[in-house]
């Protein structure tokens, strides 16, 4: 392992710090809107009629990370009193940690690697795990969704639209995988999991975007939504936390034709 410098080991606090501060602030006013979750459905909504509607996850331009930062650095800062306000600072939250993990790929490997092992390190030190959501005997319609998969103890966070689009589930690092062969996945392999995405679950795969480079991610669950079915599938980044994004059915099986499978005992 290479040793660090007195300097990039501050860098590594510093920055290990923050990442674990804003996901326990998010999870703060998350537990806000967990106990009274049908005003938590009812800010979604406005939430969706406000804000600008995006696939969860989207990064903007490099050039732009920066000064996001320093817009949601000034968003969670201010008070929050109605559900639509905790609810959009949980959500800014989680991309400020996303564009901080984002950044931190162009420090050094072992850098990297140090960032997430003392964000880990705090999580497993934390004495208070978050409660579930309980769905109240009248839920509001955004709250009636069939749940499938592995995360039997996933809980929703931040519905919006017809879906939640982040789960909580369990965070895996890249080191756990480094050394992991992987295969490219095969037509016939595809339209099993079309047609068998329970077969999904736990799987990890390594997906190569042109702005971010090679990522591996991990398919949490999947939830089956209203009358139509709707899939909706959850991946973990690694690295990045318990976060899980949502991904409409057709945008998760673009990502994976893109991807290749991580080779592992269990996904032999």
Not at 95 to 100: A, E, N, S
Request: net charge negative.
């Amino acid at each position: 392992m290479v040793e660090l410098t007195a300097a990039e080991r501050a860098q590594v606090d510093n920055l290990g710090q923050k990442l674990f501060d804003w996901e326990t602030l998010a999870e703060e006013h998350d537990a806000v809107l967990r106990a009274d979750p049908n005003a938590y459905a009812q800010a979604c909504q406005q939430y969706a009629l406000l804000v600008p509607p995006i696939q969860v996850g989207t990064m903007p331009p490099r050039d732009k990370y920066e000064e996001d930062i320093l817009l949601g650095e000034q968003i969670i800062e201010q008070e929050c009193v109605t559900s639509y306000e905790h609810l959009r600072a949980a959500t800014t939250l989680r991309q400020l940690c996303r564009l901080q993990r984002a950044l931190n790929t162009e420090f050094s490997r072992p850098i990297q690697l140090a960032i997430a092992e003392y964000v880990n390190a705090k999580y497993v030190n934390q004495q208070h795990p978050p409660s579930p959501l309980v769905i109240p005997q009248n839920p509001h319609p955004l709250l009636n969704a069939e749940s499938f998969g592995s995360g039997s103890n996933v809980r929703t966070e931040s519905p919006v639209d017809d879906w939640p689009p982040v789960l909580f589930g369990k965070a895996f690092s890249s080191s756990d995988i480094q050394d992991l062969p992987t295969t490219e996945i095969l037509p016939t392999e595809l339209a099993h999991y079309k047609s068998h995405p329970e077969t999904l679950s736990d799987l990890t795969f390594m997906s190569s975007d042109r702005d971010m480079g090679e990522e591996a991610f991990r398919v949490s669950c999947f939830l089956t939504i209203g009358k139509d079915a709707q899939k909706v599938f959850y991946v973990i980044f690694a690295d990045e936390g318990r976060d899980a994004f949502g991904h409409a059915s057709d945008h998760f099986f673009d990502l994976l034709e893109s991807s290749k499978r991580v080779v592992t005992e269990s996904s032999n």
